[in-house]
């Protein structure tokens, strides 16, 4: 039986559906999560226990276990085993991105500067100790400007400041969120920085593709169709196939595979974010791993009769098939984040079945737990869970999705509730 290894922060909603699809396959999942050796494979899934931080020794555990059990592809979930897949890879001679581009394309200011040097579109910017005074540095800022971490994802931390009194309470608050003891906890150098870049106007897009041999393969082309203008920039609808002009999503997929090259990713998934405007395509970024969480459920694959979700296509991408037998399936499909519209201690949600019944709608996900702690960015880093649709046109997506979202009703409770009087 072939066996992939799937690096993954934890196991979760994304590797129950590489597990599905696996077993489809007839594969056999490796897994190496972040976790502690000394417990006893508290998941239950014999995974290989490591530590992102300290990527010899994680890279050494797995080469040590492939000498027993030989590893036939590599795959990463997440940001933070990009770096390690990428050197187990090349350790094992299997297809795997160059470990410095895949810490590249970890880091922001290490891509920024990479786009910079190989003449892409990119935002003025400075980098700054998340520990210093910003105020010597606010007379080089060109307001509106965003303030973000370098080695976070899904708009986690990232702020739009629009003079130096915004600027100057978005860095406390950026500093405070990086000091805090789950952050604290990756041991991760990159959180000592922070940037200060342009706000760069526009509309958003997002782009999954695999690269094989340095040759991207475009799998979508994602509209984000509300406006992303801050203060913070919670992502909620993608949209496929996107309705931009063919001109400029063909200038998205371009400009995308030119970031990818220039950063040196050769090989798996990309998800890359970007922003169009007349002054060209601006790409935010270019990860080394596939869209995060459930998101990947709002991509299907055909052949013939056949239909493959993406874990499935990226399980068979890392065994060494093409990929290109399986094009995105014709139907328009997308999917809302559901976001956190307040702080608070969620208790439950009224009005599922009613977004269930909503026509082109194909489920919907709550992934918020009762009694647990709600928050929304920039210091959140998850949302309430997951709609999915699917129909003849994007726009009829979309309106689905919107419609479903309005009939849920949240109930959130404030973290600490008021105490009332006996006369109140």
Same mark, same amino acid.
């Not at 020794?57 to 997440?78: K, M, Q, T, W």
């Not at 040097?117 to 910003?134: E, K, Q, R, T, Y």
């Not at 998101?295 to 052949?303: E, G």
């Given at each position: ?96 991105? !160059? ?7 970890? !880091? ?70 990086? !000091? ?88 798996g998934p990309i998800h890359a974010e970007c ?57 328009a499909s997308g999917v809302m984040m559901v ?86």
């Open positions: 039986m072939r066996r992939v290894l799937l690096l993954a922060t934890t196991t979760g909603y994304q590797t129950r559906a590489f597990e599905t699809a696996a077993a489809e396959l007839g594969v056999e999942l490796v897994y190496a999560t972040d976790r502690c050796h000394v417990l006893d494979d508290p998941w239950r899934d014999r995974a290989i226990p490591i530590r992102f931080y300290d990527e010899d020794s994680a890279v050494a555990d797995i080469v040590e276990h492939a000498r027993h059990h030989p590893i036939d592809g590599v795959l990463a979930v997440g940001d933070r085993p990009t770096v390690v897949a990428a050197r187990v890879g090349q350790v094992l001679g299997l297809p795997a991105n !160059n470990p410095q581009a895949a810490a590249i394309a970890r !880091n922001k200011q290490r891509f920024r500067e990479c786009l910079v040097s190989n003449g892409l579109c990119a935002p003025s910017f400075l980098s700054l100790p998340i520990d210093a005074d910003v105020q010597p540095v606010t007379g080089r800022v060109t307001f509106p400007a965003v303030i973000k971490p370098t080695s976070l994802s899904g708009s986690r931390g990232v702020m739009r400041v629009d003079d130096e009194r915004g600027l100057t309470t978005a860095w406390n608050r950026l500093r405070q969120l990086l !000091n805090s003891p789950d952050i604290r906890g990756e041991r991760n150098a990159d959180h000592e920085t922070a940037l200060i870049e342009a706000f760069i106007p526009g509309r958003e897009f997002a782009v999954e593709a695999v690269l094989t041999g340095g040759v991207l393969q475009l799998l979508a082309v994602f509209d984000k169709p509300d406006p992303l203008d801050g203060p913070f920039f919670e992502e909620t609808l993608y949209v496929t196939p996107s309705r931009e002009r063919a001109a400029v999503q063909a200038a998205i997929v371009t400009t995308v595979a030119a970031a990818a090259e220039a950063v040196g990713l050769s090989h922003r169009v405007n007349p002054d060209g395509v601006f790409v935010l970024e270019v990860a080394a791993r596939p869209i995060g969480g459930l998101c990947a459920r709002a991509l299907r694959f055909a052949r013939g009769s056949e239909v493959i979700g993406l874990e499935h296509l990226l399980l068979r991408h890392a065994l060494g098939e093409s990929s290109r037998e399986w094009p995105r399936e014709a139907q976001p956190i519209p307040r702080r608070g201690i969620y208790r439950g949600v009224g009005g599922l079945d009613a977004a269930k019944a909503v026509t082109h709608v194909d489920d919907v996900r709550v992934t918020a737990k009762v009694d647990q702690l709600l928050l929304p960015l920039p210091e959140g880093a998850s949302y309430l869970g997951f709609i999915f649709a699917r129909a003849a046109t994007p726009d009829a997506v979309e309106a689905a999705l919107r419609s479903a979202h309005g009939r849920l009703e949240f109930a959130i409770d404030p973290e600490i509730p008021m105490l009332q009087s006996a006369h109140g």
